[in-house]
Each structure stands twice: as C-alpha cells, then as structure tokens.
C-alpha cells in the first residue's frame, strides 16, 4: 500500500476489522491497554508551514542544548541569566519590527512594565488595557519573555499591555504569583471597566492566567472582559506527568517531543530531568483545586469571560489546550481555539516567522471583539 494514501477501500476495512492484532504484519502493533508502537514512522515537516518556520524548527534541532540547562543542580540566578542571554537577540529583532514605548511601572507592590505603541494608544482602546503573565514555567522569562509576548501585541492591536513581573520559585510558593495578579487587576480597576481588561499569557503564564481569572471570581471580584490562553490552557501541571489530574496530558504529550526532535515521554510517570529549581513553585500544591486547574472544574469554567486558546500541533501543550477548549464550551463558556500545523510551542514569540505575526493578529482581533461588551 501507497504509504501516503490516506483512505482505505471497503474491501480493505473488513479485512483490518476481522484480523487480530497479533496477527497483523504492520509494523505497528496495539496492546490490551490500548497503547499504540510504531516501529518506522517518518513524518515531514507540514506544507503549510512558511519557508521561515521550516529554516527555523531546522536551525534549532540541529542546535545542541547548553549543559548549563541539564545541570540539575543549577542555581536559579545562573538559570535565569542564561535564559535572558538565549532571549537578548531575539528581543532585540522584536523592537527593531515593532516600535514602542517601555517604562517600568510599579502597580501597588507589583513591578511592572507599561508598554504601548511608540505612536500612541489607538484612539479606539484608550478606555482599554492587557495584562501579560509571561511564559518560564514560572521561575523565569520576567524580562525577555515577556517582552517578545507584550511587544508584538502593543504594536499591532494599538494597546497598552501591563507585563506583570509576578513572584515565581524558587523563592515564592503559590499563590504568590497568582495574588499579584490580582493585586495588579484591582489596581486597574480604579480607572477601566472590567469589560475593558484582558488577560492572556503565554505557556505557564496561561495557565497562571486560568489560576488569576478563577480566583478574582472566587474573591467576588467582576471578571474580565477577555483573556487568552497561549501555548497554554486551564490545567497546572505542565510539569507533572501526562495522566495526573490537573497536568498537561493526552496525545501530545507523547507525540509531540519527538516531532519537535526531541527524546519521547516515558510511558510511566518518569519525565526528562528538571533543574529541582524549576519544580518548586508548585511543588506539593493539589492539582486538582479548582483555583489551580480550573479546567477540570465545569461550575468554574461555566462563569470563565470569552477565552481564546491558541497552539500549534508540534506543541506538548497542544492536548490539554484543545482539551481545555472542549470544557469551555461544554461548560457553556465562550472560546475560540486556533491552531497552527507543525507548529512548537508557543512558536509565536519568534519574531522572524510569518506564523507569529498571524498569531499576534489573531489575539489582537479576539480581543478588539470581545473587550468592551
């Protein structure tokens, strides 16, 4: 059979459905349990990808990862410091592409950076703002992460975009992160109306967004008018095995590292080393609490603002996002789920792909509808 023909013929169908499986000569094979091997599979980068992406995903699996990231027992200052240094280039061809203005702000006892469109707020969202919680599996990306998720947004949505420098781990446990959230949003809310406050993060920072958003509501507080999703969705665990409650689970998890040419998820609960650093935000917190993981919690989610959720299909997140979607609107929830294929996770804070640009619009878009209403 043709390996690129992508339907069966009847005959073919009946045949497959009535051969047992230990039988078959395919060179894949299905357990009792229902787990799939796949001996030789061979999958191309998709076509819909720009030539940029393609160079891209090729430039960084041919890229051999830095031993300072496998030491396990790596401080979290020198973690930080190579993780801005890997970011300093790539920020800088952001605000070479989208010019604005950047001023720290401190927001009660929050530090923040205020940045907007170095033309000026658009006329139309002056009555508006964003608050970015930003991707680094909450102990980094407070400065370059940040930038390269706030910096596109400001430019073309023509917003003002509050990048929260939240309290992470090591040296804070949750809901550290989570309450100067809300301390920012109290704050904002003296001079907007709810309705006109999104929320979106990106990676940790969305799931950060989900926590934030269950718990304004959990304190009585109006919810926003939008938020986003990215990279991202409403469960916790990102660092937690696959089938544990509350973590980023499903196909993804597993087929995902190794399209992105990475090592394969152990099918039991072991996971590629961490630095310990990297685990202690969350460490010892219950998943399962809806003001963690509210998206295995329908009553929450049911009373979440209109939410945009937005992945790529070579992304880990890609499963517990579409999950995260699927909840949200059997809850009764408003969402909007976009996806781009052979795309990694959270491909957009690269500046140089026309993939990026497309997402940042798409999140411009979602919330010039729905903020204000």
């Known amino acids: 059979m043709n390996r690129f023909k992508t339907t069966l013929s009847a005959a073919a169908l009946a045949t497959a459905a009535i051969t047992p499986l230990h039988a078959q000569t395919a060179p894949v094979s299905v357990d009792p349990s229902g787990t799939v091997t796949v001996k030789d599979l061979a999958v191309p980068l998709s076509p819909y990808m720009s030539e940029e992406a393609r160079k891209a995903f090729l430039a960084t699996v041919n890229k051999t990862p830095q031993p300072e990231w496998m030491d396990l027992d790596a401080p979290i200052e020198k973690l930080r410091a190579l993780d801005e240094a890997d970011l300093k280039p790539v920020v800088a061809k952001a605000r070479a592409r989208y010019a604005v203005k950047i001023v720290d702000r401190k927001i009660g006892t929050v530090s923040t950076r205020e940045i907007t469109p170095a033309a000026g707020v658009a006329s139309s969202k002056r009555k508006r703002v964003l608050i970015e919680l930003h991707g680094g599996g909450l102990f980094t990306g407070a400065g370059g992460q940040a930038l390269l998720e706030s910096v596109p947004l400001a430019a073309l949505g023509g917003y003002k975009v509050i990048a929260v420098d939240y309290r992470q781990g090591p040296e804070y446990r949750h809901p550290a992160a989570t309450e100067d959230v809300v301390t920012v949003y109290r704050a904002l809310l003296r001079d907007y109306a709810p309705r006109d406050i999104g929320i979106y993060g990106c990676s940790a920072g969305g ?167």
């Open 207 to 373: 799931s950060l967004t989900a926590m934030a958003v269950a718990t304004l509501m959990q304190q009585g507080l109006p919810r926003p008018g939008a938020i986003g999703l990215l990279g991202s969705s409403a469960f916790a665990g990102f660092f937690d095995p696959p089938a544990v409650p509350g973590a980023w689970g499903g196909d993804s998890r597993f087929i995902a590292p190794v399209l992105s040419g990475e090592p394969p998820q152990s099918l039991g609960n072991d996971l590629p080393p961490f630095p310990k650093v990297a685990m202690r935000y969350l460490e010892g917190v219950n998943l399962s609490d809806p003001l963690v993981s509210p998206g295995n919690h329908p009553d929450v989610l049911a009373k979440f603002p209109p939410t945009l959720v937005l992945t790529g299909t070579r992304s880990f997140d890609m499963s517990a996002a579409v999950q995260t979607h699927r909840n949200l609107l059997k809850a009764g929830a408003t969402a909007q789920l976009n996806l781009w294929d052979g795309m990694g996770h959270c491909f957009f804070v690269d500046p140089d792909l026309p993939e990026s640009k497309e997402a940042f619009t798409v999140m411009a878009k979602f919330f010039d509808h729905w903020l204000g209403q």
